[in-house]
């Protein structure tokens, strides 16, 4: 039997994540998109209220919650700005790696301190040649020993400047291999934040690695195991990923929901008019849509079953929908969505990256694509 209510459990983390929302991102929200400085209060707020880490397993510090609880509590984040969110919520993408393939040792030094105080890390995989294609990255690492020597580039990453460990993905005889590299450690460069179109509460640096030593033990899996978890880490973050474009499509159905409530022409409510009412039950209907979408693709996860095909179906139809959102409430509030007194053209430019990273939208068709390609019918 399929039942679709939240436990009475989900309920108060959703009624929680609301209320944190509301307080402390909402008001904040074009604040940090104006200045583009990074939310460490509110993060520190987040964490005070256990609303950071929620994915790290109990033995490590964290609270387990369920792949379903955590894109509930995301969507509602991100429905305040998904740019603050992306700073919340980025450690998972840099601590699944660990939480599917590392080592206990890994698992105790690096994911249980972020339990503890509130700490980042970072997701180093793309650079300026490689982005979805995984396999073209150019960084090296070469052993010696009982040691690794990393070089090169890592760009557009994600709390990148404020990590305090990131994973890497760096190539060991040609062969992708994953590696929780330390960023106190010498040889690590740190450059300026990036100037995003959108989400500019978010950190996103390059990062240099110059003859950066680890020890051996601190390489995830084995060599040559890189594609690998690079590909179910996003399995389990894709989700959360569409849980955010969720969020940013439902702050702008409701911007556009309200201004046509409120707004009169000719004489009449301007939803009055089948030309803006239809298009907000087409979105609204999409949003639904995209939420069971998510919603589905998390189960999975919690039920150890394959979600590949879904978490991509997932992320792909949640961005477009937050993009197509965005961009007919601009229309809907006619000058006052283009203006930036309004947030809707921040919306806008929020949305827009939900198309691109982790994976962009063709990346997520070739996903679903490839899985197709070993069914018998549909």
């Avoid at 139809?317 to 006052?336: H, P, S, T």
Wanted: with cysteine; hydrophobic share 40%.
């Amino acid at each position: 039997m399929i039942d679709f209510n939240l436990t009475d459990e989900q309920k108060k983390l959703v009624e929680k994540a609301r209320d944190f929302t509301k307080n402390f991102i909402s008001p904040r929200a074009m604040e940090y998109d104006r200045t583009g400085a990074f939310p460490k209060d509110i993060c520190e707020e987040a964490f005070k209220q256990g609303l950071m880490n929620l994915h790290v397993p109990k033995e490590y510090g964290g609270p387990g919650l369920s792949a379903v609880d955590c894109v509930l509590v995301e969507e509602e984040m991100a429905t305040g700005c998904s740019g603050i969110t992306t700073a919340i919520n980025s450690n998972g993408l840099s601590q699944y790696p660990l939480i599917l393939f590392g080592t206990e040792e890994q698992k105790r030094k690096f994911l249980a301190p972020m339990t503890r105080e509130l700490m980042f890390s970072a997701y180093a995989v793309t650079e300026p040649g490689a982005g979805s294609d995984v396999n073209r990255i150019s960084t090296i690492a070469v052993r010696y020993g009982n040691e690794y020597v990393i070089n090169g580039v890592k760009w557009w990453i994600t709390n990148g400047s404020v990590a305090s460990w990131y994973f890497v993905l760096a190539k060991v005889d040609g062969k992708p291999t994953g590696f929780v590299v330390p960023a106190d450690l010498p040889g690590i460069i740190r450059g300026p934040k990036e100037i995003n179109l959108g989400q500019h509460a978010s950190n996103t640096v390059r990062i240099t690695f110059e003859d950066v030593k680890i020890p051996a033990s601190y390489r995830v899996g084995e060599e040559g195991d890189g594609f690998n978890i690079a590909m179910k880490t996003f399995d389990h973050t894709r989700p959360g990923v569409a849980a955010g474009a969720n969020g940013v499509a439902r702050a702008a159905i409701n911007l556009a929901l309200e201004y046509a409530k409120r707004r009169r022409t000719f004489d009449k409510k301007l939803i009055s008019n089948q030309g803006i009412s239809f298009p907000l039950a087409e979105l609204l209907t999409k949003l639904d849509a995209s939420r069971m979408l998510t919603l589905r693709a998390a189960w999975l996860i919690d039920n150890g079953k394959d979600n590949s095909k879904e978490a991509a179906m997932a992320k792909w139809f949640a961005a477009d929908v937050a993009m197509e959102a965005a961009i007919k409430a601009a229309q809907i509030l006619g000058g006052y969505g283009y203006t930036n007194e309004m947030p809707v053209e921040k919306l806008i430019r929020d949305a827009k990256i939900y198309q691109i990273y982790e994976g962009a939208t063709e990346i997520q068709k070739m996903v679903i694509v490839a899985k197709m390609m070993r069914m018998k019918e549909v």
